[in-house]
């Protein structure tokens, strides 16, 4: 017996049509078709989903109309002599069957994200994102995760495992999540890239951090000039905080500021009365937050 050519290694995809050559053929002889070392019966008709045809080059091929899970495996051709021994033998493919598998999602404690859905997480407060594919064969194992411009992918965890009611494979990408407030609004996406696929597939999020309050005060005129008494003099307090909150001064054994605007002290004409301890405070569904306190010290206008 003799064995002829090489093995050739392909990946189809489920449902596509499949032609196999076999280049063997002497006068007087017949061809037999085996799948993982087991005769296939075909036959001549093109309307069974197994058929064989002879091309007008007189070569023979087995065609698969509809590629199952079922057509997997090694496919050899051989040449059978009169008396039924075996001339010739030639393993013409390795046949994979791949299934595209569903669009990815993206799991917070057990709930599924829309695509562009926004996620809110609290700043400083580490939380597992899942990147979930399904019904993929062979199973997706190339999955990416940015935030923004940052490449988070070698943080991820990858887990794959089969599903055994069709013989398919589920991937999770486990990417746990610590941001800062300057991750708010940026957007967090998972690509995966599958065989079967021209291009990849993503699915996003928008990420809202949750953060408290920091505080920002500036002076009118600018800190490290003199206050002098009966000058115009303008405090003012920013917040930045998520969800938003409103600045408010306060004075140290004082009653309530009047002011102009939230945040705004405007003094017209200051006096020495003014002088004293400020905090800038808000209150924030995380609590209640104060700033570092500023002595405001009025001088006293020089005599002429």
């Known amino acids: 017996m003799w064995c002829a050519g090489s093995r050739i290694e392909k990946t189809v995809r489920v449902g596509s049509q499949l032609s196999i050559p076999c280049e063997l053929g002497s006068p007087g002889g017949s061809l037999r078709w085996l799948q993982n070392g087991r005769p296939v019966v ?9 058929h064989w045809n002879v091309s007008r080059e007189g070569v023979a091929a087995l065609t698969i109309g509809h590629v199952t899970r079922a057509d997997e495996g090694v496919w050899e051709c051989q040449e059978i002599r009169p008396d ?16 595209p598998p569903e669009d990815p999602y993206l799991e917070v404690e057990g709930r599924r994200l829309v695509h562009q859905a926004t996620l809110t997480v609290t700043e400083h407060q580490p939380i597992s994102v899942r990147c979930i594919v399904r019904g993929a064969v062979p199973p997706a194992r190339a999955v990416g995760w940015a935030l923004g411009s940052a490449n988070l992918t070698a943080r991820a965890e990858l887990f794959v495992e089969v599903d055994p009611s069709d013989d398919t494979f589920t991937t999770r ?10 991750e708010h609004r940026r957007e967090l996406i998972c690509r995966v890239s599958h065989v079967t696929w021209l291009s990849s597939s993503a699915v996003s999020a928008s990420v809202n951090v949750l953060y408290v309050p920091s505080f920002s005060i500036t002076r009118e005129p600018g ?6 008494e009966g000058a115009p003099l303008v405090l003012r307090c920013e917040v930045d905080s998520n969800p938003p909150s409103p600045p408010r001064w306060v004075r140290q054994e004082a009653p309530a500021l009047p002011e102009a605007s939230p945040g705004v002290l405007n003094f017209t004409a200051v006096r020495r009365e003014h002088a004293g301890w400020y905090r800038c405070a808000t209150d924030h569904t995380f609590g209640h937050f104060t700033s570092y306190a500023y002595f405001l010290n009025v001088r006293c206008m020089s005599p002429l």
């Open 84 to 99: 039924g021994s075996v001339r010739k033998v030639a393993e013409v493919l390795q046949l994979s069957v791949a299934m």
């Open 173 to 182: 990408s486990v990417l746990v999540l610590n941001v800062s407030r300057e």
């Open 42 to 50: 075909l036959d001549a008709r093109a309307s069974t989903r197994r």
């Open 223 to 228: 800190f490290g000039h003199p206050v002098l």
